[in-house]
């Protein structure tokens, strides 16, 4: 009875330890991708690795990109600061979901690049913790 045990056993430690591998490899080539990045001195946006994404920095996502990690919408190119979201790497569903901006953020001057990275270098985010709600955010936006 040990024996097979013994062999079910290691054969799921190997298999552990591939799918370990692949999600590692995968980490980095996700962590390796580009993404814009407001910049305070310049004020315009300027590419940056995922892996020096801080909390929050301002990025710029353009349509059909992928973004590995949770955003706050500030404004949006659509219709009343309108956009859709894929969330199959979540839920599993390949459906997109609308999200929008709040509508006081939409009725700020926020135009250009240059007044998004002004008006919102100073602003942050007091929310609860982190938790397994995927379609619920409780929190408060100070500018």
């Not at 001057?109 to 985010?125: C, F, P, Q, R, W």
Request: aromatic letters at 8%; charged letters at 30%.
């Amino acid at each position: 009875m040990v024996v097979p045990l013994s062999f079910v056993i290691f054969v799921s430690m190997i298999k552990d330890i591939f799918e370990d591998i692949q999600r590692h490899k995968s980490d980095n080539q996700e962590n390796r991708r580009k993404v814009l990045v407001g910049d305070p001195k310049t004020s315009k946006f300027i590419p940056k690795l995922w892996q020096e994404l801080h909390v929050g920095m301002i990025v710029k996502i353009k349509r059909d990109e992928y973004f590995p990690a949770d955003l706050i919408i500030i404004n949006s190119s659509g219709p009343k600061g309108i956009c859709y979201i894929e969330t199959k790497d979540l839920d599993g569903e390949t459906n997109l979901k609308h999200k929008q901006a709040d509508k006081r953020l939409l009725e700020l001057d926020l135009n250009s690049e240059a007044k998004i990275i002004e008006n919102m270098m100073g602003a942050y985010v007091q929310c609860e913790n982190p938790n397994d709600m995927l379609y619920r955010f409780e929190g408060t936006l100070y500018i």
